[in-house]
């Protein structure tokens, strides 16, 4: 998919000119899941648009559909009407554009950390040498104090390292949106706030939008 940025505008392949200022658009988003029931309307004529570098928190009672909202954006659950689209193009499945953090991290327990963080560096940047990816990879770790823990397989660190290491993989693969659905919520308030401190520090110096 390929955008052209000129001057303040952004012009996508399906014609549609948006202003480069806009990141991630929601368009009269709709989410129906079918039960036994019937159909359970989550989500209906939302519409938001995210600007570049913001920093968004949506927030909301337990079962309103944050995490809802956040799969489709990250194309992991499909759609039941309007549209989403990433700097103009519309979202049709998971992307190296857009990371993701969850509740809890889901690694692979029997890699290391480095390992974990290594499959989504050697995915996104396979031009790059063994050496580089894993520079990359240790620079995001060593951001998030795990620079001791490298070749500690995931199972055998606690949860909030291992929320770390997801913090690490999802900004190693240097996505333009990161999407965070509760990352902090199973930890301990001293790691969550340290936690909090260091994706606001990545997050000024990536200029991502999150
Ligand atoms: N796969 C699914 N099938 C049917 N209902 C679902 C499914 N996933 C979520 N729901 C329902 O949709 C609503 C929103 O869920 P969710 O997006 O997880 O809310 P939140 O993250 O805001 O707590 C809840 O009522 C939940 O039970
Ligand atoms: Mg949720």
New binding site residues.
């Given amino acids: 998919m390929n955008t052209i940025e000129q001057s303040n505008e952004v012009y996508s392949e399906n014609g549609i000119i948006y202003p480069s200022k806009v990141m991630l658009d929601l368009a009269d988003l709709k989410?129906v899941?079918?039960?036994p029931k019937g159909d359970?309307v989550?989500?209906e004529d939302l519409n938001l648009q995210i600007l570049k570098e913001e920093f968004v928190t949506i927030i909301?009672?337990?079962?309103?559909?944050?995490?809802?909202?956040?799969?489709m954006i990250a194309g992991l659950?499909p759609i039941s009407g309007g549209n989403i689209s990433v700097l103009g193009n519309p979202v049709k499945g998971p992307g190296p554009d857009r990371g993701v953090i969850f509740q809890s991290p889901s690694l692979m327990p029997w890699m290391t950390a480095l390992q974990n963080v290594l499959l989504g560096v050697n995915q996104v940047f396979p031009q790059a040498t063994k050496g580089q990816r894993e520079d990359i990879a240790k620079y995001y770790l060593h951001k998030v104090g795990l620079e001791n823990a490298f070749h500690k397989k995931a199972s055998e660190l606690s949860q909030g390292m291992q929320q770390r290491v997801g913090i690490a993989r999802a900004f190693a693969i240097k996505p333009k949106v990161l999407l965070l659905?509760?990352p902090f919520g199973m930890l301990d308030s001293l790691t969550r706030g340290e936690l909090q401190d260091i994706l606001i520090e990545i997050w000024n110096k990536e200029k991502i939008t999150v």
């Fill in positions: 989410k899941y079918p039960t359970y989550v989500l909301g009672h337990s079962g309103c559909g944050k995490t809802t909202m956040l799969s659950n659905d509760e």
